[in-house]
């Protein structure tokens, strides 16, 4: 199992941290915490969009709905910090014992973008902590966009195997998968995708300004719901 654990450099060597390493840091240290990497579920993509709609039914969650309202509701926060173009990795969440989490977003990157990534995290929380949190009560899960492993004690970052590789590839897809059944419910989206006659064009806008969601991602919705 991947597990991401960040301690001071033994040799005491000056450590660019990104924020991220600094928040496990920081809770390591206080409360002892050990923050996984998420383990991929496994289970068909129809499994992945009734969790979702049994999520979006719990919550409440209407399409174009805020996030960041569902957020707060669930004991989350989301963050801004950092601009894009830096080189640490800016969206993550970080969920600590007992489910309380942290949702970091760049400052710069669109309402948009912001509020997918969002969704997709949210996918991390329901999906993926329930598997770590089993493994004891100082257990968090932590998930970027990028596949970051430390080995215990050191800062050094070690190079994963394929192994980690496939999982976290696969526990991405899963999010991703989680957020856009989230953003865009099959039975809402296949409504307002056939409320017009027009163009595809125009049934990708109709549905994008619906669901406030990016044209492309109305269209990646539309392609995995086999509307084109
Ligand atoms: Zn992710």
Redesign the pocket.
């Known amino acids: 199992m991947t597990s991401l654990n960040v301690e001071r450099s033994a040799v005491g060597a000056p450590l660019m941290l990104t924020e991220l390493e600094r928040a496990i840091m920081r809770n390591q240290e206080k409360d002892g915490v050990t923050y996984h990497s998420?383990r991929a579920c496994r289970v068909p993509d129809d499994e992945i969009e009734r969790r979702a709609g049994k999520f979006a039914d719990e919550m409440g969650i209407v399409p174009g709905q805020p996030l960041e309202e569902i957020a707060a509701k669930l004991g989350g926060r989301v963050n801004f910090h950092g601009f894009k173009g830096a080189s640490e990795d800016l969206?993550?969440?970080l969920v600590h014992p007992g489910g309380a989490f942290d949702i970091n977003l760049p400052e710069d990157t669109s309402a948009l973008r912001d509020r997918y990534t969002v969704a997709?995290?949210l996918?991390?929380l329901y999906l993926h902590f329930p598997l770590v949190e089993s493994d004891g009560p100082k257990s968090g899960l932590v998930?970027?966009?990028k596949l970051i492993i430390h080995d215990r004690g050191t800062m050094a970052s070690r190079q994963p195997n394929q192994e980690q590789i496939e999982n976290w590839e696969r526990?991405?897809e899963e999010?991703?998968r989680f957020a856009r059944a989230l953003l865009m419910r099959s039975d809402d989206f296949s409504d307002v995708w056939n409320s017009t006659n027009r163009d595809q064009r125009s049934k990708v806008l109709a549905c994008a300004y619906f669901f406030e969601v990016s044209q492309n991602l109305a269209r990646w919705r539309a392609k995995e719901m086999g509307l084109v």
């Open positions: 998420p969206e993550w969440i997709h995290e996918g991390h998930a970027a966009r526990a991405e999010a991703d």
